[in-house]
């Protein structure tokens, strides 16, 4: 498809998560010869998650276009933000004018759980009033064929395989022996401290990222016995704010990662790595039903389910030992089939190109 113009609107609403799958997507769309402005309430973010900007990408601060804005071939309105007023009649204005229209996409929140595949590329036309024609499709990421896919670049297993875990803990000044290494990329899981002690009673190492998992390690710390790590067999790394380059990187050094959110689920996965997920706690525990169907979907060996369970609060009592083989190999089944789909971006210029 020859390359086009694309409008995607972000509002940043918690933990940086929605931006960094919106960063991702005009990267990806922006590395295949398309143009993409990305309209964001609040980009400062960008500033630490995408130091080096990318050519093809302009970053506009703000989700309300001005009077004279005219849409791009493709918007995209990112997890249900909700288009500004003049954006919504600027679509209107270049549907009625007869000029290009814009093929209007909802981008959706990535779940397993089987609405996803009855939902998604549904289009949902206007038929009245100055949107009168306008088509607006539902895009819904998702684990299997059936679905949006996931967003994943096009050299991404191939840096995968030529990366230095080594050189790269060196470079970040952490010192490691062989011991099995572990990243904790979390909200406030109830049973962190019991995580803790458990990981005290073997040598490895925590890489531990910065924000509300350093503080929660550090309260959690501060609430435990002097004596949990007397012999310091469990060493702790704090680790700065990381560029999605380097957490990448960071999730390809650990032989199991804890995760939070979507964005760092996908890169986990890509990792291949063990991995732990905290699904984002709803009010109405919506995120159980979403842990439970992406379980699963990972065909999760039982240790690692009742991990999950007690992990997200769905249940109380001791945490199992983390099982490093089975854990992986789970990862590893899963990654080789999402690896035999389309990713997000082919799936979603497909869709396009057909609506267009």
Known sequence: MAGLHWDIFCRVVDNFGDIGVCWRLAAQLAARGHAVRLWIDEPSALAWMAPGGCAGVEVIAGTGAGA?????????????????????????????????????????????????????????PVHGGALAGVRRWF???????DT??????????ERRAHFDRAHWLARQGVSWTGEPVVSLFCYEPPALGQFLGAMARAPALLLV????????????????????????????????????????RLLWCADCNF???EDSLVR?????????????????????????AFLDWLGAPASLRRFHRLWNGLEEGLLPPIEWAPW??????????????DDLVSRLLRLVAENR
Request: proline share 4%; aromatic share 8%.
């Open 259 to 261: 995760v939070r959110g």
């Open 209 to 248: 990222t910065h924000g509300r998992a350093a503080a929660a390690v550090r309260r959690a710390q501060a609430a435990m016995p002097g004596s949990w790590n007397r012999d310091g067999a469990l060493k702790i790394a704090f680790i700065p704010l990381l560029s999605q380059v380097e957490f990448d």
């Open 328 to 341: 992986r190999t789970a990862v590893e089944r899963a990654r080789a089939r999402l690896l035999a789909q």
């Open 68 to 124: 004279h804005y005219q849409p791009g071939e493709v918007v995209v309105e990112a997890f249900g933000g909700t288009l500004a007023p003049n954006v919504v009649a600027a679509i209107g204005r270049a549907n009625r004018d007869g000029g290009a229209r814009a093929c209007w996409i909802n981008l959706e929140y990535l779940s397993a759980e089987p609405f996803v595949a009855r939902s998604h590329a549904l289009e949902s």
């Open 139 to 145: 895009y819904f990421p998702g684990f299997t064929s």
């Open 148 to 157: 949006g896919g996931l967003l994943r670049e096009a050299d991404l297993m």
């Open 268 to 292: 986990a996965l890509w990792a291949g790595a063990g991995l732990v997920w905290q699904a984002y706690p709803q009010s109405d525990d919506a995120h159980h039903a979403k842990l439970e």
